[in-house]
């Protein structure tokens, strides 16, 4: 929690001195239609995660065995992932992303954003050291939805839709799978079909770059239609 308000004090002094700013441009402070984006957000990757699940459970024909559900857990779960998702999302959809958007371009900065959130991920997933093929498929996939998060901060001018993608997508996951400090909250897999070569690269590819890619053009559709 102390780091997350050193980000705010951060954030807040970056905007106040070098764009003459407050902190409101970041669109944080909640107000019915940002919390109804973050609402909209989290159940639209909610079921997103969800699909992308259900493929799986068919190509791979996982078995699922259900877990005993501790719901003072899974709150503690929520919570911490909120505050995670908020915290990621300030330093790299924030204000260094609203600053860089004013200073080089709403299109550069979104792929700085991006390429940094990629990038990011080989250290918080601790693969830095792994084989070249790893940190290439993390990197896509994490700089791909960095970007897709980026992109929504950009149009609508506000975090609160990405942070409803941001914790969805992370508390579906800890549902489901193993993570740390959470997982497996209602379900576990006790048994599923193992794929090899490309077949294992391409389901791979496809179960990470389906959810951004849905998020993307569900935004683009909301954006059209003036929804958000």
């Known amino acids: 929690m102390l780091g997350l308000l050193v980000i705010i004090v ?4 970056l905007l106040r001195f070098i764009e003459k700013k407050n902190i409101e441009v970041l669109g944080a402070i909640p107000n019915l239609n940002r919390l109804s984006q973050f609402v909209i957000g989290f159940f639209i990757i909610a079921v997103i995660v969800l699909i992308n699940i259900y493929i799986e459970t068919i190509v791979l ?6 877990s005993t559900i501790d719901y003072n857990t899974i709150f503690n779960a929520f919570v911490y992932h909120l505050r995670s998702a908020l915290t990621e999302d300030l330093v790299f959809r924030g204000a260094i992303l609203y600053i860089l958007i004013q200073k080089i371009g709403a299109t550069k900065a979104v792929w700085l954003s991006a390429v940094v ?3 990011y991920h080989w250290f918080s997933y601790g693969i830095l050291g792994e084989r070249i093929v790893l940190l290439a ?3 896509v996939v994490t700089g791909f939805t960095g970007f897709v998060w980026a992109y929504t901060f950009h149009k609508t001018k506000s975090i609160m839709l990405g942070l409803g993608f941001h914790l969805g997508y992370n508390l579906i996951m800890s549902l489901f799978f193993e993570s740390q400090p959470f997982g497996e909250l209602i379900m576990s897999q006790t048994s599923k079909v193992d794929l090899i070569g ?3 690269f391409y ?9 951004p890619t849905l998020t993307l053009l569900f935004v683009k559709q909301y954006l059209k239609k003036g929804y958000l």
């Open 61 to 66: 024909k996982v078995e699922w065995e259900l």
């Open 137 to 139: 498929y993390v990197f």
């Open 117 to 119: 959130f990629g990038v």
């Open 203 to 211: 389901y791979s590819m496809f179960r990470g770059l389906f959810p």
């Open 198 to 200: 490309w077949n294992e």
């Open 10 to 13: 951060a954030s807040w002094a």
